[in-house]
């Protein structure tokens, strides 16, 4: 065993001199200094021990660690958040992110909540093929350390894409319903969901209960000249093809084609 050394006066150093770095991996706290010091140089790590599945470092100065929270470290060739002992960083899930939507417009949203301390990484989908191993899934992750974390982050916003609309989630929380707000299941599995309007699509344009209903419109007889005689099937409210019926058709055909750009 091995006593001293020049680290300095160690008891001027304090929580914002310290950083955490691969909570649950296998590296060596040689392997994590090592990496560190590449950043900030070897002399400016003063203390470094595994502690609760980490490898916990304290630097010599409160901006080099700020500095590895913010670029994180390359270990083995993989990189690594580094998180910050002061203020506990939450883990946040964004899923149903296609893979075309970019990390900096995903970066852009979440700064309204708080202050992002890693990098966002897409989530592997679980292939147990070997030949499948690098599928990742459409959802991301992020460490931040949010404006209010005395509760949870569960927040949705919009993109448009190619004319096409899509729904974007982000949760502190356990796989959460958007819909409902129940766990245990996502909002396209939601039990409640049945005959009811898809998540996002409040306030929009719905088809009228009964033909003519809602509309104010009345049908006209020909060349325009007073109401149009009440025959069935002659452009009546009740006949097929009548303008009030068309007027449905169209309206049911807008709110299914938006249902269908919301499911992808």
Not at 25 to 40: P, Q, R
Not at 134 to 157: D, G, K, P
Request: charged residues 25%; contains cysteine; glycine residues 14%.
């Amino acid at each position: 065993m091995v006593f001293g050394g020049g680290s300095g006066d160690l008891s001027r150093l304090t929580r914002r001199h310290g950083v955490k770095v691969g909570t649950g991996s296998l590296y060596t706290v040689e392997e994590v200094a090592l990496a560190v010091g590449e950043k900030i140089g070897h002399g400016s790590v003063k203390s470094a021990a595994r502690m609760h599945g980490a490898v916990v470092l304290f630097v010599d100065k409160v901006e080099q660690a700020n500095r590895l929270v913010e670029t994180g470290i390359s270990v083995g060739g993989r990189f690594e958040a580094v998180l910050p002992l002061t203020q506990p960083s939450t883990r946040i899930t964004l899923s149903n992110v296609p893979p075309f939507i970019s990390d900096e417009f995903l970066a852009r949203e979440l700064a309204r909540f708080g202050k992002i301390v890693s990098p966002i990484k897409r989530v592997l989908s679980g292939c147990k093929s070997p030949l499948l191993k690098h599928v990742v899934s459409h959802r991301r992750q992020v460490y931040m350390i949010l404006n209010n974390r005395a509760e949870e982050l569960n927040v949705r916003f919009h993109v448009k894409v190619e004319e096409f609309d899509y729904m974007l989630y982000a949760s502190s929380s356990v796989m959460k319903c958007f819909g409902c707000g129940e766990e245990g299941h996502l909002v396209r599995a939601c039990p409640g969901r049945a005959g009811s309007v898809p998540v996002g699509s409040e306030g929009r344009e719905t088809a009228p209960d009964r033909p003519g209903a809602g509309t104010g419109s009345v049908p006209v007889g020909p060349g325009g000249r007073g109401p149009a005689p009440d025959r069935p099937g002659a452009g009546s409210p009740g006949g097929p093809g009548g303008p009030l019926r068309q007027d449905q058709r169209r309206v049911s055909g807008e709110v299914d084609r938006r249902r269908q750009v919301r499911r992808w």
